[in-house]
Every structure is written in C-alpha cells, then in structure tokens.
C-alpha cells in the first residue's frame, strides 16, 4: 500500500490483513480482510500515532510507507499509542530498539502494559491526563481518556485545529480498504453499504460488551467539532463523518432496546425433525412483513450470528433437546450471546424431543439473566403432525404481535 495524505503533513500509514484464513483476535472471520491504520504527522517533531502488528512483514511495510513520506524510524520523537492490543502495539518493542529517542504518549493504565507487551522501560513513557494537550507547532494534540472501548487503557487523539479524530479502535470496521479508496467521499454507494455490514459486525464482535462506555465516550467526544474521523481498521471518513458516529450510537444503543424490527433465527437439528419447522417460522413472519435473518448451527459462524442478533429486536431458535438439555452447538451461541451482552430482546424457541423434553427447562435457565423476554415456546415429539404446524403458526402469530409493539 502506499502512503496517503489525509490533510496538509498529516499521512495515513497502512496494510491490510488479506488471508481468507486468518481469524481476527483468533476468534473472527474476515473473508473480506481487514486494514490497520497508524498515522503520521510531520513536523517541528514528528508523531507516529499508534503502530502495526508485528506479523507478515507489515512493520517493513509502513517503515517503507514512512520513508516514502521522507522520515525513517528513527527521525520520529513522539509515539501515541491509543490503545494497546498486539494489532496496534506488537511492533513497539522492535520500534524501539531502533528508536531510542521517541517518546511515548498513552493512558496511566497502559505504561505497565508497554513493558509486558513491548519489554518498553515505563520511564519513556508520559502519562497522559484526560483533556491534557501538547502543542508541536502548527499541531495541537488533545488526549481524551476513552476506557473499555475497548481496552480499559484505551484512549482517543484529537488534533483541535484541523478537528481530526484519531479514535484507534472506535468507528472502526472489518473489510480491506484499496489505495484509491481510503476515503468516505470515494466510496460508491455499494461500497458504502459494505463498510456499514462490517461496521457493524466488527462492532458485534469487538465492541459490543462495552456499548455502556462507547455512550459515554460519545457524550465525552460529542464537544468536540469533528471534521475528520481516522480509525484504526477501516475508511476514513472526511466527507461526513457523522455518519460513522451515528452508526455507532445506533449500535451501542441497541443494547437498551428495542433494536430493529426483524429476527434472527438460529436454527440446529439433529435428525431434521426441528429444521422441518424452519421454513414454516420464515414463511410465517414474512407473512406479518417481519424480516427474519437464518443461521444453522454448526455450520454458520458464531461472528456473523453475533451481528445479526446485535441488531434485531427478536430471537427465534429452534432447537431439539439433547440428553434432557439444549442442543450443544446451540448452548454454545446462547453463550456467546451472553456474554457479547446481547440483551433486551422477545424471543421464541421451539423444537423436537425424542423419548423425554428437557431443551425447554435448561434453555430456560441459561437465559435467567439475560434480559430477554421469553414470549412462548412450543415443542412436539418425534417429527411434527399437521396439528404441531397449525399450532406452531398460533404461536408464531402471537409471538410477532408482541414484536411489532415492543417496537412501535
């Protein structure tokens, strides 16, 4: 990739995971990639705001990145780091070893993980306090402490007189980002609604669990006048970035309910007694217009389950019960949904049983706490007659109407 003005000496510096295979943080697909950021500003002293994973060469692409912008490691005097995780950070401990000089800005919370992460002595690093600024001539630098989104040392630069928002890992997307296209503004509308799908997944995935503090780092940043939104993944938005922002409001406030009106519906079988419903369930709310999103397990990935479930208001799963309890490759979705904290949601479940039921009893006490509103159930045994479909149609019936004014 090459490197790229965002405006006057301020260069975004980036790569781009591509490998189909690869999982990010080792739990989440990306077929699509993703790209990492960091960011350069030149001048009476240099800044280097946030670094690059040390995997696939890519600390040698941005130093060759950094060169072509006239500057090496070693001419760089200050380091931002935002935010700590390996993605952001695993090259600071070989950065370091060629730049003795730089030093480093972060969180009070974070210079005890520069030596755990980068064997970086805490005497190079300056605690920064929230609101504090450094001027480095034509450039103000204002740090914003921004705990949990998503490390509790995370924190946000924002430069006041351009009014640009180095957010690392907030506003942030899944997706590879092209040389020709870094901006919103170039972006065609295809393309725009691809970032907004992994927008949202990678908040789903990333962010989700801490949506209370992404509120309150919103209402900390909403002051500021923001022209400019530079994340660590992803485009950068220049053109409006208000719209990366509400997004990103609508997200976190999902977690407060109600989300959208449409359903995610998981479904798992074993011998397809309970997927033989699953058509009916979707033929059912298409009927009351509910848009309903499907997922079988195993086979789909807990990821993309995770966004959908984010956003819709109802949960649908269909399951059979398995030794008196929850089908296991759905006990292992309801507990991801835990504990990403989607909560705040009507739900419906339904499936077959052999000799004896059980799934209903143990589904019901995993989602004690949850927050969800268990509207109904129905379950049958062996394969379903034509009165288990009449009848599962009743409850679906009853369970959309209760749907439609949760979210009036």
């Known amino acids: 990739m090459k490197v790229q003005k965002v405006v006057d000496d301020i260069y975004r510096l980036a790569v781009n995971i591509e490998d189909e295979n690869y999982l990010f943080e080792g739990i989440w697909p990306i077929p699509n990639g993703i790209s990492i950021n960091s960011y350069l500003i030149k001048g009476e002293k240099n800044v280097l705001i946030d670094l690059t994973q040390d995997i696939m060469d890519f600390p040698k692409a941005i130093a060759e990145q950094m060169e072509d912008a006239s500057l090496t490691v070693e001419d760089i005097d200050i380091i931002v780091v935002n935010h700590m995780e390996p993605d952001h950070s695993g090259w600071l401990r070989e950065f370091c070893k060629k730049n003795s000089k730089g030093v480093i800005y972060c969180t009070k919370k974070a210079i005890p993980l520069l030596q755990a992460f980068g064997d970086v002595p805490p005497e190079r690093a300056i ?31 924002y430069e006041k007189k351009r009014g640009i928002l180095f957010a690392c890992d907030a506003f942030g997307s899944y ?25 949202l997944r990678y908040y789903a995935n990333i962010v989700a ?18 022209k400019v939104i530079c994340p660590s993944h992803g485009i950068i938005w220049r053109d409006n970035p208000g719209v990366i922002i509400d997004h990103y409001k609508r997200y976190a406030e999902y977690s407060k309910g109600p989300a959208e009106r449409e359903v995610t519906l998981v479904c798992s ?48 799963f269909g399951m059979p019960t398995y030794e008196y309890k929850v089908f296991p490759p759905m006990s292992h979705v309801i507990e991801e949904l835990l504990v990403k904290k989607v909560t705040n949601k009507k739900v419906f479940r339904y ?58």
């Open 175 to 199: 997706g590879k980002v092209e040389d020709d296209t870094i901006f919103d503004d170039q972006l065609s509308q295809e393309k725009h609604q691809f970032f907004e799908k992994e927008a």
């Open 209 to 226: 669990t801490f949506s209370p503090f992404v509120l309150k780092g919103l209402t900390k940043l909403s002051g500021l006048d923001i």
């Open 351 to 408: 499936g077959s049983y052999g000799w004896v039921g059980g799934a209903q009893r143990d589904f019901q006490s995993k989602i004690e706490k949850s927050g969800w509103d268990l509207l109904s159930f129905y379950e049958w045994q062996g394969a379903p007659t034509e009165e288990d479909k009449e009848n599962m149609v009743k409850a679906l019936d009853s369970y959309c109407d209760e749907l439609i004014k949760f979210t009036e």
């Open 127 to 157: 605690a920064i306090t929230d609101g504090m600024t450094l001027e480095i001539g034509d450039y103000e630098l204002q740090f914003f402490d921004t705990p949990n989104i998503h490390w509790p040392e995370t924190m946000m630069t």
């Open 269 to 316: 079988s074993m011998y397809g007694n309970t997927k033989s419903m699953m058509n009916l369930v979707v033929e059912t709310l298409k009927k009351r217009q509910i848009p309903v999103h499907v997922y079988q397990v195993p086979g789909d990935d807990i990821g993309y389950i995770l966004a959908s479930a984010w956003k819709s208001a109802g949960l649908i």
